[in-house]
């Protein structure tokens, strides 16, 4: 069976992630599956996650890692929709991304936008703790290596998914960013 295409968006909370997702849904000719951290770190009982947090969610992000693999081996798209943040709670999530994922069909996306509007759509939305976008904000890039590189401030979601649809093409297993991190990783070790 043919793997299915993976999108990997990865960017700072309110970065337009899960609208981009939506947009890339409705677009598509193919169908996409969208997971996303938010609803894996949701699906954990909140007095475990109050006591735990950090171990939760590594073991909740570690399932959503293979999860990804699990659609794709099926031969279903799927949108990614995270946050892989350059902090010690999270020094895992990257390369457990790159061992798993290296030889799939994925584009990894960096969804961009100025911290002003990162801040003023936080604000805007009412669901997310105020100041988490500016926390993650130089956290969240600092790896350095995406397929694809993408603003959701100056470009409309629509042209966004374009750009993403474009990139997709001719999109081989083992190609890419997770590859060459998966070939970096690996050397570190």
Partial sequence: MKKGKVIFLNGTSSSGKTSLTKKIQELSAEPYFHLSLDVYENMGPE?????????????????????????????????????????PQEATWLPECAEVLHDYPVLFVGVHCPLPELERRELERGDREIGQAKWQWDKVHTHGLYDLEINTHETPSDACAAQIFAALEGLEPGQGAFAELHRRFTKEQ
């Fill in 47 to 87: 007095r475990h996650l109050e006591r735990d947090y950090w171990g939760i969610l590594n073991m909740a992000a570690s399932a959503m890692h293979h999860s990804i693999a699990t659609f794709s081996d099926r031969g279903l798209n799927v949108v990614v929709d995270t946050v892989l943040l350059e902090i």
